[in-house]
């Protein structure tokens, strides 16, 4: 383990003190540098070419703002001890190291199934193992097992230390300013109040422009539809090879095999770490390879898609506040079928319909607590007095109906 102070210069926080000790292994462990190859926003560099960064500068820098809110928290005489603090900065380095390929847009579709929150305890568990007992605690806390509840919720909460890095540095890298957040003022105004983390009521204003902030950058970047469009034809690849694959119809890249050629549980993971380090060899560029591959597929369906894939000839997208009609679905199918001379079968995955919701804020759990000078706590809905929080917890929900530029020619 590394104990010598290094420091790398982040964009968006500037000087960061790297991890030292146990965080120094974690930092320069293969399971960790893997995540330099896997982008932070998914698709969305179709969309913002600047949107290259990656969940490694992300868990840098969710590890960075939880340092200063420890420092924080200590400030204001909250008790944490230095095995807390540790802990809980090991929790928040390894909070993402169980995402995959374009981060959420392929959750669930190389290991079927198994979400990438399975994944982090599964490679946690094993590098405890490791470091012989070392994040026992981490472990406890990002499961929220430990008993100081306050320290999940730096982590894991409405306003956890990931929420405002990626906020911030999504906003950075894609150059949507409506997403920028004072980070720093909201860090200086937290606070512990019966064990879980509240704000201090002078940082009521920086906590609405936050909220305002993540509703903004959902709708304009998360799920903009065109970065939806690309995610979608990248899941209808792999949906498609997917099911060549058991109709013994295409021959799959040997990681892809190894793992949709076996129907793995979370216990298999946890038991055999063989399928991390197999499943750690998989980033952007291997899909990317895959996928250059497959424009010389046979199946027609598969090459269509990946050769345009490759190109950026996206789906179309419309979107809409009801679900689209069927007969429009159908008469569009029919068009694709036409165009590729393929069946009705094959059309959907040319052309179907989805839906994508966000809510910015939850009034049932996790809430954000304002602490009032008379030790008075007030959630942010009801402490609030120029925001409508009932329209930010509102979940708003948008159909979508993806199909080629063809189907409307």
Request: with cysteine; proline share 2%.
């Amino acid at each position: 383990m590394d104990h010598k102070i290094k420091i790398v210069n982040d964009p968006v926080h500037g000087f960061i003190e790297m991890p030292t000790g146990k965080g120094s292994y974690i930092v320069n462990h293969r399971w960790f540098q893997r995540l330099r190859n896997i982008k932070q926003l998914g698709m969305a560099h179709y969309v913002y070419p600047g949107a290259m960064h990656t969940r490694f500068q992300h868990s840098l820098g969710a590890y960075f703002l939880t340092q200063q809110a420890i420092e924080v928290l200590k400030s204001k005489d909250i008790d944490i001890t230095d095995s807390e603090s540790e802990s809980v900065l090991l929790a928040i380095l390894l909070h993402d190291n169980g995402h995959g390929p374009y981060s959420h847009t392929l959750e669930g579709s190389i290991i079927q199934g198994i979400k990438h929150e399975q994944l982090t305890y599964a490679f946690m568990t094993h590098l405890n193992k490791e470091l012989e007992g070392g994040l026992d605690k981490a472990i406890d806390i990002i499961k929220n097992l430990y008993s100081k509840r306050f320290l999940h919720q730096l982590i894991s909460s409405q306003l956890d230390m990931d929420r405002l890095d990626y906020l911030k540095r999504d906003s950075f890298f894609t150059g949507v300013s409506e997403g920028v957040i004072g980070t720093e003022r909201i860090i200086k105004m937290l606070t512990v109040s019966n064990d879980s983390l509240a704000v201090e009521e002078k940082g009521i204003y920086s906590i609405e422009k936050f909220l305002i902030a993540r509703r903004l950058m959902y709708w304009q970047v998360y799920l903009h539809k065109t970065v939806l469009a690309a995610e979608l034809m990248l899941l209808s690849i792999l949906r498609r090879a997917h099911f060549l694959f058991h109709q013994n119809k295409l021959t799959l890249p040997k990681l892809l095999h190894t793992f949709w050629a076996n129907k793995l549980q979370y216990e298999n993971l946890i038991m055999e770490p063989q399928w991390l380090e197999l499943f750690a060899q998989i980033d952007d560029a291997e899909v990317s390879i895959w996928i250059k591959e497959w424009t010389q597929s046979n199946d027609k369906i598969l090459s269509f898609l990946s050769k345009r894939f490759i190109e950026r000839k996206l789906f179309k997208v419309e979107i809409q506040r009801q679900p689209h009609d069927e007969e429009k679905i159908t008469q569009y199918r029919k068009k694709a079928q036409n165009f590729l001379n393929i069946s009705d079968d094959e059309a959907t995955y040319l052309v179907f319909s989805d839906s994508a919701e966000n809510h910015a804020y939850s009034i049932h759990d996790n809430k954000i607590n304002i602490l009032y000078k008379n030790g008075k706590l007030l959630d942010i809905a009801d402490a609030s007095d120029i925001l409508n929080i009932d329209v930010l917890s509102k979940n708003v929900v948008k159909y979508f109906l993806c199909f080629i530029p063809e189907c409307k020619e």
